[in-house]
């Protein structure tokens, strides 16, 4: 892999922030407001052309989304396509068509009842997710298909993607037009791969064009599966037909080829029973890695995990390869690396493809995250927490663990999504007080620079926030939990102010120690640094079951369902609060989201005596009703029912005391809108203070900028009115 020099990596680790940062001065500032903090443009999606001479990324422009692309040799990134409203239609799949064309993905998937999101309520409604791609010198872009999960392949001579369940193949050059877009643009006509039953997961397409690998799950099981591609056929061609790769009762994913096509590697986890949703998984039966045939057969064991610690499987994001799946890469030089935590962390080991022995090759106390396979097909660009781990840096890691990992960033910045681009690379990144945005750093270059400076409003509040710092708080059973505390910046020695605690959503998130890497937490984010502006201390919590911190903390036991431990976790963190000087005991609040909003209802139901009000967004209150919605098919033992309606807030609504907002959008497809409905209902019946706001057609991570304001605003104004700012 082509490497940067070692000046210019110390120039990554030194470089400034682009903003001042806040510190507390004890003099007056004037209150951020949500408008404020939410005016940017939240990046995603960053990509690089093969031969990089560019790159693209999907900014969210306060609730427009569009694709964006910067060209060497200045990188000066500009809008590409131009859509205009807040309209919550999402941008995805981002990716070069050859180095001339951007392909994308506009719009979002079905919800149970065939339902497209219509956040806007669109009178005419919404249709399913189109393909569509864009010239990068400019031009209105052209609609290729109906569908979604699109992969450019062939150096951009053709389009694997899947249309209502199926996948399908689309020549991008020389196949004569068969259909008509609404606008009379001519669109090649698609072929059918395969239409599996039990659907298809981690298709790949074979390093020589020729047969499609991916992985079938059939509930219980799953399988891995080959079928030829539907290339120049004859029309009395035999029937196409998909080989079984070694079937069995176990199930098989992460399917990757071998570099030169005649094998396939995949991840095989032994079948179990259980529906081992929000339960603690702390050991199982030991996975394995298996090589076989890509044209069938018997398959071999690799590898096999140690029993104990890493015995159940875990992947890692990772961006699309025929040789690289799920945290599960087949290296050009015979090397297969693989995430285990055999540690109790979760890492990287490479073992040779034809056997031996498994060697660390980024292990420690600390989280692997990502991992992107370099120009070369050698390396790894891996983001990890690694000594820093309430941030997030990248590192270049041997597959072959030849020589150690290099760092590559650091500093107060937190650091994701790297791509290489040439001889350098570009990335996401932020801090405590400037949001994300798109950096590169090319060849030659003394240090990174922002691709799109104006994503970042010149009057963006940063001068007004503070850095968090972190802290420890114990569980009302002892755990030291990590967390961020925001200091207002004019607290005064012998104040007492009041308090609100965050709780995130996952349950497996880890909230950082500046703007988070997701846009429903970087939203989080900026609304605790609001709070510290307008005079409340503002605890964020990463509580037991969240990650970051290791196997044990992740899968703590006695979390979620099996007895809802983690509100040991917030009844420490109102502890810690009603402890300090500096808060006022009787005016703390808590607040969050989805999982959050489950503990925000713990809270408020099971200690009023310490909570004085809440804010649940779209929050858990029945786990069997929770978990329904991700297994529709669940049929709980009656100790498992049992014990997660125990763990449940919906347990103890006759101890529940202070007043709470609502929020919810009704097109959830994440938690029952029926659970707040319910719970509205029977906190009416307790004569408890229950304010809402409900969303029409929206859906669980809000698609409109506008719910987001609304939503947080209403969050602003009910804890003032509760606990008052002042």
């Not at 001065?25 to 951020?32: D, M, V, W």
């Not at 962390?345 to 106390?365: C, D, K, N, Q």
Request: hydrophobic fraction near 40%; charged fraction near 20%; include cysteine.
């Amino acid at each position: 892999m082509r490497r940067l020099a070692t000046t210019t990596v110390l120039c990554v680790l030194v470089l400034a922030v682009l903003a001042p940062s806040g510190a507390a001065t004890g003099a007056p500032q004037q209150p951020i407001t949500v408008a404020e903090v939410l005016d940017h443009a939240m990046p995603s999606n960053l990509v690089a052309a093969a031969d990089g001479s560019r790159v693209a990324w999907v900014l969210n422009e306060r609730g427009a989304r569009n694709v964006w692309v910067a060209e060497a040799p200045d990188f000066v990134g500009r809008r590409l396509t131009s859509y205009r409203w807040d309209d919550g239609q999402e941008i995805a799949s981002a990716q070069f068509v050859g180095t001339e064309r951007v392909l994308y993905v506009r719009g979002g998937v079905p919800n149970s009842s065939g339902e497209f999101p219509n956040p806007a309520t669109y009178a005419e409604g919404v249709g399913p997710s189109e393909i569509w791609a864009i010239d990068v010198a400019g031009g209105e872009p052209q609609r290729l298909a109906t569908g979604y999960q699109p992969v450019v392949v062939l150096d951009g001579a053709a389009l694997l993607y899947l249309s209502r369940g199926e996948l399908m193949w689309l020549d991008l050059i020389g196949n004569p037009a068969a259909d008509t877009s609404d606008d009379g643009v001519m669109l090649p006509a698609p072929a059918k791969v395969l239409s599996a039953r039990g659907g298809i997961n981690a298709f790949r397409l074979s390093p020589d064009g020729s047969r499609v690998v991916f992985s079938s799950p059939r509930g219980t099981h799953a399988y891995i599966g080959v079928i030829a591609v539907p290339m120049n056929e004859a029309p009395d061609a035999a029937p196409r037909h998909v080989t079984w790769l070694d079937p069995s009762v176990d199930s098989d994913f992460s399917p990757v080829w071998s570099p030169d096509g005649s094998e396939i590697a995949f991840v095989r986890q032994p079948a179990r029973r259980a529906v081992e949703l929000f339960t603690p998984q702390r050991a199982a039966r030991p996975w394995s890695i298996r090589v076989a045939s890509a044209s069938g057969g018997a398959s071999r064991v690799l590898f096999t995990a140690d029993e104990g610690p890493g015995s159940v499987p875990g992947g890692i994001g990772m961006a699309y390869s025929p040789h690289a799946s799920g945290g599960l890469v087949w290296s050009r030089d015979g090397h297969i690396a693989f995430a285990w935590e055999k540690t109790g962390w979760r890492g990287l080991y490479s073992i040779p493809a034809a056997g031996g022995e498994a060697v660390p090759i980024a292990v420690g106390e600390f989280e692997v995250e990502t991992a992107e396979i370099t120009d070369d097909g050698t390396e790894l660009l891996v983001v990890s927490n690694q000594g820093d781990i309430d941030r997030r840096h990248f590192w270049r890691v041997p597959m072959n663990g030849a020589a150690p990992a290099a760092r590559l960033t650091g500093g107060s910045w937190i650091e994701w999504a790297p791509v290489q681009v040439g001889d350098g690379f570009a990335w996401l990144r932020s801090d405590g007080t400037t949001p994300a945005h798109a950096v590169i750093q090319p060849e030659g270059a003394d240090e990174p620079f922002a691709m799109a400076a104006e994503a970042i409003p010149a009057g963006y509040p940063s001068d007004r926030m503070v850095q968090p710092q972190a802290v420890a708080v114990a569980g009302a059973d002892g755990l030291e939990v990590p967390a961020q505390l925001f200091l207002p910046a004019d607290l005064q020695p012998g104040e007492r102010r009041p308090a609100v605690i965050f709780f995130h959503g996952g349950s497996r998130r880890q909230m950082l120690l500046g703007f988070h890497y997701s846009g429903y937490y970087h939203n989080a984010y900026a609304l605790s640094q609001v709070f510290a502006s307008r005079g409340y201390i503002a605890l964020a919590v990463n509580y037991r079951s969240g990650i970051g911190y290791g196997l044990d903390f992740r899968e703590a036991l006695n979390y979620g369902a099996t007895g809802g431990s983690e509100f040991q976790d917030v009844l420490g963190a109102g502890l810690y609060l009603r402890n300090r000087d500096d808060v006022d005991s009787d005016r703390i609040g808590l607040w969050g989201g989805s999982y959050g909003g489950y503990l925000t209802a713990m809270g408020l139901s099971r200690a009023s005596h310490l909570f004085a009000a809440g804010v649940d967004i779209h929050g858990v209150h029945d786990w069997n009703d929770g978990i329904r919605i991700f297994y529709p098919g669940y049929d709980p033992t009656p100790d498992a029912e049992r014990l997660a309606s125990e763990s449940s807030p919906n347990a103890s609504l006759d101890t529940w005391r202070s007043p709470v907002l609502l929020i919810h959008g009704d097109d959830d497809r994440n938690v029952f809108f029926s659970q707040t409905v319910f719970l509205v209902e029977a906190l009416r019946d307790r004569e408890v203070h229950v304010e809402q706001l409900v969303f029409p057609d929206e859906v669980h991570g809000f698609l409109l900028h506008r719910s987001w304001v609304a939503a947080y605003e209403a969050t602003v104004d009910f804890f003032d009115r509760m606990l008052g700012s002042e």
